[in-house]
């Protein structure tokens, strides 16, 4: 009998320690995913979208200097904008896009000029789909579409999602939107002013912050993996 008790009491011990690792596993994973998810803005210096803002915003700086003179302004947390896009999914009208809940907003302190970023969902035969920016050029960049002009930039993107998102999912399109504040007069905006090497640093630009979004949504197919290739399509 002493021996069959002492056997149980360190079985027993045994079993609350492995249950006590599991929830500290299961407690750091937790962590990490909610650390990761909150770095959603985040923008390192000398990195890939740390050039591209400088470039867009014409900060004049050289990369990876000067890189909190950018203020992050984070409208939604990401675990908040997770729950909004995935209730606005389940709710989305067959023929009408969703709100775009804002994701991220970089400006200079000190200048007007600014990078703001949305994201949303749109069913995919509306007719948002194919509403034309002004003065836009059209692009694919690894199967991911859309337009840019100077000012803003509209990306489309399938995204396979996870659970009981998966059905409504395939009948629509992830998008974002990126508005750009440059400092440039109006009467400067003519056609000819709108180069296209602007144009793809700002489709890079979207290509990547929504590269973030897609993975704090889980999208299954992990549509924005690839480095951001961007192929210019002809104007309708």
């Not at 990490?32 to 700086?61: F, M, Y």
């Not at 629509?172 to 003519?190: D, G, K, M, Q, R």
Request: glycine share 6%.
């Amino acid at each position: 009998m002493g021996t069959c008790g002492l056997d149980l009491r360190k079985t027993l011990a045994r079993s609350a320690a492995a249950v006590l690792a599991v929830l500290t596993l299961a407690s750091c994973t937790a962590g990490e995913t909610e650390a990761k998810a909150d770095h959603l803005c985040d923008i390192t210096p000398s990195s890939e979208e740390d050039v591209l803002l400088r470039e867009i915003l014409g900060r004049g700086t050289a990369p990876g200097t000067d890189v909190d003179a950018f203020r992050t302004f984070i409208p939604n947390r990401t675990s908040r904008l997770v729950e909004k896009l995935g209730r606005e999914l389940r709710e989305m009208d067959p023929a009408k896009e969703t709100f775009a809940p804002s994701t991220c907003t970089f400006r200079p302190p000190t200048r007007s000029e600014g990078a703001a970023f949305s994201a949303g969902w749109a069913p995919r035969t509306s007719k948002f789909v194919e509403e034309p920016l002004r003065e836009a050029g059209r692009f694919e960049v690894n199967g991911a579409f859309g337009q840019s002009n100077y000012f803003s930039t509209k990306l489309f993107v399938r995204c396979d999602m996870p659970g009981d998102l998966a059905e409504p999912s395939k009948t629509a399109w992830l998008y974002a939107n990126a508005s750009y504040v440059v400092n440039i007069s109006p009467t400067e905006i003519l056609p000819a002013d709108i180069d296209q090497a602007a144009k793809d640093r700002q489709t890079t630009l979207t290509y990547l912050m929504t590269r973030r979004v897609t993975e704090a949504l889980g999208c299954e197919n992990k549509p924005l993996a690839k480095p951001p290739v961007v192929k210019r399509l002809p104007t309708p």
